[in-house]
T-cell receptor, first 118, second 114 residues
Framework: ETGVTQSPTHLIKTRGQQVTLRCSSQ?????VSWYQQALGQGPQFIFQ???????GRGNFPPRFSGLQFPNYSSELNVNALELDDSALYLC?????????????????FGEGSRLTVL | AQSVTQLDSQVPVFEEAPVELRCNYS??????LFWYVQYPNQGLQLLLK??????LVESINGFEAEFNKSQTSFHLRKPSVHISDTAEYFC????????????FGSGTRLQVQP
């Protein structure tokens, strides 16, 4: 059983640019969530995708957008990058609705993509 | 809306000593509670979880946490820590609604010294 994989592991962008981060979910999982972890802080929920549709969103502006593909992999896109977007972006997969899951939110995290905005 | 407070940003402790990492939450509805551990330059790993039933939950590496509804707490404890336990520990909560969005605390850095 493969775990959650994310790419790239590190990247550097300049203010105003756009970035795409990718995530492959764990085998058997149909739900993907994205979190932003700023330095020295806990992760903050960005949004979640289930069956290729956004299924909940945190307090992030519309320039943060995402996609989920039929194979349940996902992308996080951030437009018009700002300095404060510098963070570790974590992807997590889980068994969602329709799978009989009653685990109440057990997420399996990837190692993250560290974004630096200069 | 729910929130999580981890009262200690750093906890230094000597090897083989006991440790408690504190976590308090606020929510008007039932919640599920989690502890995650993050080693340097890695993602988060689930340490243990409370969903229902027994209020005392244990992990395979000697940690335990007790859900206390009256005090809205979910403190993490270990009777004897090892150097390898040095890491960042995050308490998290999610609502009992089928949603999967976790609300995390700000983390506690456990530094085990020889």
């Amino acid at each position: 059983e493969t775990g959650v994989t994310q790419s790239p592991t590190h990247l550097i962008k300049t203010r105003g640019q756009q970035v795409t981060l990718r995530c492959s979910s764990q085998s058997g999982h149909n739900t993907v969530s994205w979190y932003q972890q700023a330095l020295g802080q806990g992760p903050q929920f960005i949004f979640q995708y289930y069956r290729e549709e956004e299924n909940g969103r945190g307090n992030f502006p519309p320039r943060f957008s995402g996609l989920q593909f039929p194979n349940y992999s996902s992308e996080l896109n951030v437009n018009a990058l700002e300095l404060d977007d510098s963070a570790l972006y974590l992807c997590a997969s889980s068994r969602g609705r329709g799978s009989g899951d009653r685990t109440g939110g057990e997420l399996f995290f990837g190692e993250g993509s560290r974004l630096t905005v200069l | 809306a729910q929130s999580v407070t981890q009262l200690d940003s750093q906890v230094p402790v000597f090897e083989e000593a006991p440790v408690e990492l504190r976590c308090n939450y606020s929510s008007s509805v039932s919640v599920y509670l989690f502890w995650y551990v993050q080693y340097p330059n890695q993602g988060l790993q689930l340490l243990l979880k409370y969903l229902s039933g027994s209020t005392l939950v244990e992990s395979i590496n000697g940690f335990e946490a007790e859900f206390n509804k009256s005090q809205t707490s979910f403190h993490l404890r270990k009777p004897s820590v090892h150097i390898s336990d040095t890491a960042e520990y995050f308490c998290a909560v999610t609502l009992d609604t089928g949603r999967r969005a976790l609300t995390f605390g700000s983390g506690t850095r456990l530094q085990v010294q020889p």
